[in-house]
């Protein structure tokens, strides 16, 4: 049963090209799992379902059992004529709410048990009460059972971009599909169409009806959206070719660079001539579309040596703000480390640096650009010269590593300990010859490199050979040495000494290295704690744990405001007057970036202090980009809510609130022109009919001048000592007698609120909750004080409503299902909420034992002896 791997090009469908996953090795006994094939489209309309049915043909007319499992055709006769002469499985039925839906039949299909099943909307979401909630967990299904299944879906269900699609189109997708699920395709085909071509179907009426095309194309089908749209398709689908070609090239071995896209590896140190090599990557990536930069530091194997943290946190920014990736990774051999990622990641371009050894160190031995170049093979190496190239690199200045206590203690036991001990063996008269004098002095050597470090052994090692030649060597009280081997022993002990001596200050230094870096990681892991909890105070918290590991006075942020600094957060002693040009000599200044720098007011931190400092302002520098994105997106979604209830309030302006004046408008033409000819019985009704539209106009227009006025915070509630039992029956006194049950005690405690607020509420969620009971079973309004509250409860028996649906129904404009039952706008429970939350209250919905829902509306009780609220505010 073979698969078609030819593009799919119709004028209905979008050009399609895809990718074919190599098949993995056939493992003895495993039972044949089916191949999935996808067609992926940019949007809807490209011709998916098209070009699948199309599949579909073809496959049947060469004699493969293909079934239908489900086609949505959505009206579009193009895509409703390949249907014919093709098996169709029935669909099976699911009632939900009332409502009959229809799903693929997966037992039917695996009952039929075909070659290849066609299923389309991969990414659809399965109606309540199926035995599985996706439809690609129904393909999965079919899969294990060996059926080839052919489907579809769009880019914008992809899980991976649904919050990019978003950011695009301003629409969220509720139903997505697992990136994965697709990625492990067989075959995926990208159903492709230009947005002016797709625009013209769309307009020609081949996509949606047309009552509602021109609403498409002025909204989600704009051109720009199209684009977008269209390049994450195709990028996608790139990414999924990389991935195969990379499957392809492990499982034949191949080891060399294929340059299917270009790919430059920039290796950077830390040092000062990085940015100048990531900068003239970018310029060589800026002049071929598509081209990535990839930056690499190569980390040392012994975790100790290595450029300071800060530098690397900059170069990082640097790096991903002109669209490259960070990388590092661990090895000690660096130009095998680098041509190994390069190799990996099928780079054809390496960029280095100009080496900075000296002319010795490079006769000596090939540097790491001379290496890489003779081991690139097919890669290219570029090597760019730079402003540190001139200045050859010295070896860093020794630092000691112990205190100056047990410095001056190894000076002083050089001093004495080599003229003690002639003097102690001379007293002795030498037992044992010289062997043992000089093992004697080799013991002492080490004993000063053990207390003063590697100086003082030195001087006690050539002190020590020294005596050890005057006194004890033959001819004794001579600078000859008669015997050949003794002059050899007395050059031994000195190089053994010595030997000994360094291994013993490296070890030193190693320790103290180790335990910096160990201190530096448990205040960066505090820190980095810190930023990930977020919170309004993290710049500061920071500030002080910086303070307090320095034993700074106090650490100041500065950040730059045009040609002046100025201050910002602060950790300790304040008012340090601390600016960037400051000459205070107890405030030092660390340099963050161009426009942020931290002051530490306090003694001089040492380099390694500095070096934290510098990491805690790349932390600092973080949070604060957090913090100004955070603000940027709740301001850019705080204006599409807006945007979206204007375009809601539009609606409703012009249905929701045309059908109660149209009903006026008719009721009073008719008693004015035609009223001494209509029966008093009719006058009646038609008055009754213009009084209950008048009232309904009525409570439309409050219920949007008051979500108006909650959505700009101009709501403030006039709180007065409240009896529960008067307010609820104002609440329902719109509802018709026998309407509603209460059962409110008059014993009930007195509650601060806002009487006319906490009213209006109670009626918004009472009217909610008739208009969705069942004849004869009338919601009941309950109310009891539990714990420190007073909870009031409006429970009906109606349809309810789903979990992952209560908190919406609380958003403006929401009529959920908008059955025809439903009117209004759909505002009544956001004011609801609203004006319960203004009284300082919470207002949720719950499940009512027995099917329905019941509205929970929760209001602190006063504290015993609390004096009663001063109701001279006023309600806006």
């Known amino acids: 049963m073979g698969t078609e791997d030819d593009a799919v090009g119709t004028e209905d469908a979008g050009g399609a090209t895809g990718t074919t996953r190599p098949p993995g090795p056939a493992r003895p006994g495993d039972r044949r799992r089916g191949r999935l094939r996808v067609y992926l489209g940019a949007a809807p309309g490209v011709g998916k379902t098209y070009a699948m049915l199309d599949e579909g043909r073809r496959r ?136 002016e071509a797709l625009r013209r179907r769309l307009a020609h009426g081949n996509v949606y009806q047309a009552d509602t095309v021109d609403a498409a194309l002025a909204s989600y089908f704009r051109v720009g959206n199209l684009t977008a749209l269209r390049e994450l398709a195709l990028l996608w689908t790139a990414d999924r070719v990389e991935d195969t070609l990379e499957t392809y090239r492990h499982q034949h071995g191949i080891r060399d660079s294929w340059p299917t896209r270009e790919r430059i590896v920039v290796a950077v140190t830390g040092g000062p001539e990085s940015e100048t090599l990531v900068r003239r990557a970018a310029r060589i990536a800026q002049r071929t579309s598509g081209t990535e930069v990839l930056a690499l530091h190569v980390l040392r194997g012994d975790g100790l040596a290595g450029v ?50 000296t002319r010795l160190a490079a006769v000596l031995s090939p540097g790491i650009g001379s290496r890489v170049v003779h081991g690139s093979g097919d890669i290219d190496v570029l090597i760019v010269t730079h402003e540190g190239a001139s200045h050859r690199r010295r070896p860093p200045p020794r630092r000691g590593a112990l205190s100056r206590r047990r410095l001056a203690g190894g000076w002083v036991l050089a001093a004495l300990g080599p003229g003690l001990l002639s003097l102690a063996v001379r007293a002795a008269d030498g037992p044992g010859g010289l062997s043992l004098v000089l093992m004697l002095f080799l013991a002492l050597t080490v004993g000063v490199a053990l207390v003063g470090g590697l100086a003082p ?99 100041t942020l500065l950040r730059r405001d045009g040609d002046t600094w100025r201050e910002g957060a602060s950790a300790g002693t304040a008012g340090t007057d601390a600016t960037a040009g400051t000459d205070a000599a107890d405030v030092h200044t660390v340099h963050v970036s161009d426009d942020l720098a931290l002051a530490l007011a306090g003694p001089a931190p040492s380099p390694q202090g500095y070096r934290l400092a510098g990491a805690v302002g790349q932390h600092v520098q973080a949070a604060l980009e957090r913090d100004r994105l955070g603000t940027e997106a709740r301001a850019t979604r705080q204006e599409r809510e807006r945007g979206a209830m204007r375009t809601a309030l539009l609606a409703a302006v012009s249905h929701d609130l045309r059908t109660p004046l149209a009903s006026i408008k008719a009721g009073v033409t008719a ?30 227009i409050d219920n949007l001048l008051d979500m108006s006025r909650l959505d700009i915070g101009a709501v403030a509630p006039r709180r007065e000592r409240v009896a529960l039992d008067e307010l609820v029956p104002r609440a ?15 014993t009930l405690p007195l509650v601060d609120a806002d009487a006319g607020l906490l009213e ?81 209250g919470t207002l949720d919905a719950e499940d009512t034992p027995g099917g329905g829902l019941t509205m929970v509306l929760t209001l602190p009780l006063p504290q015993a002896g609390e004096p009663a609220p001063d109701p001279s505010g006023a309600t806006t």
């Open 60 to 195: 049947r007319d060469r004699g493969v059992d293909l079934v239908v499992g489900l086609v949505e055709t959505h009206g579009r006769q193009h895509t409703a004529a390949l249907l014919g002469g093709m098996e169709v499985v029935p669909r099976r039925t699911v009632r939900h709410r009332g409502t009959e839906v229809t799903e693929l039949d997966v037992d039917a299909v695996l009952a039929r048990a075909p070659g290849v099943a066609l299923v389309d909307e991969l990414a659809h979401t399965n109606a309540p009460g199926s035995e599985r909630a996706k439809r690609w967990q129904d393909v999965e299904e079919l899969l294990r059972a060996g059926i080839d299944v052919v489907t579809t879906v769009n880019v914008q269900h992809l899980e991976s971009l649904n919050d990019v699609v978003e950011s695009i189109t301003g629409v969220r997708q509720q139903e997505t599909v697992p990136d994965q699920v697709v990625r492990h395709a067989d075959q995926i085909e990208l159903v492709d169409m230009s947005p």
């Open 308 to 357: 300071a943290p800060e530098a690397l946190a900059g170069l990082r920014t640097l790096v991903e703000s002109l669209g490259g990736t960070w990388h590092a990774v661990l090895g000690d051999d660096v130009a095998e480390a680098v041509l190994d990622f390069a190799r990996g990641v099928n780079a054809t371009q390496v960029v280095l640096g100009v080496t900075r050894r």
């Open 457 to 555: 052994a030195l001087a006690a090692a050539l002190v020590g050979g020294l005596l050890s030649n005057y006194l004890f060597a033959p001819p004794v009280g001579t600078w000859t040495i008669a015997e050949p081997q003794n002059a050899l022993a007395i050059v031994v002990l000195v190089a053994v000494a010595v030997a000994v001596s360094a291994v013993v200050d490296l070890a030193a230094r190693r320790t103290l290295e180790a335990a910096r870096s160990r201190a530096e990681a448990g205040a960066l892991t505090t820190i980095a704690g810190t930023v990930l909890r977020g919170g309004d105070d993290a710049v500061p918290v920071m500030l002080e744990q910086l303070r307090e590991s320095l034993q700074l006075r106090g650490v």
């Open 760 to 840: 209006r509420a109670l009626a918004n969620v009472v009217e909610n909750a008739v208009r969705y009971s069942p004849p004869g079973s009338p919601p009941t309004v309950q109310a009891q004080c539990v714990g420190p509250d007073l909870v009031v409860r409006v429970v009906d028996r109606g349809p309810g409503v789903p979990d992952d649906r209560k908190a919406q129904m609380f958003g403006a404009f929401q009529r959920l299902g908008d059955t025809p039952q439903g009117h209004g706008v759909g505002l009544g429970l956001a004011v609801a909420r609203g004006f319960v939350e203004a009284n300082g």
């Open 671 to 700: 008693l004015r022109t035609s009223g001494e000819m209509i029966p008093p019985t009719e006058q009646a009704e038609l008055l009754a009919d213009v009084d209950h539209e008048a009232d309904r106009l009525q409570l439309l």
């Open 732 to 746: 329902v006194d719109a509802v018709p007698d026998g309407g509603v049950v209460i059962d409110v005690p008059e």
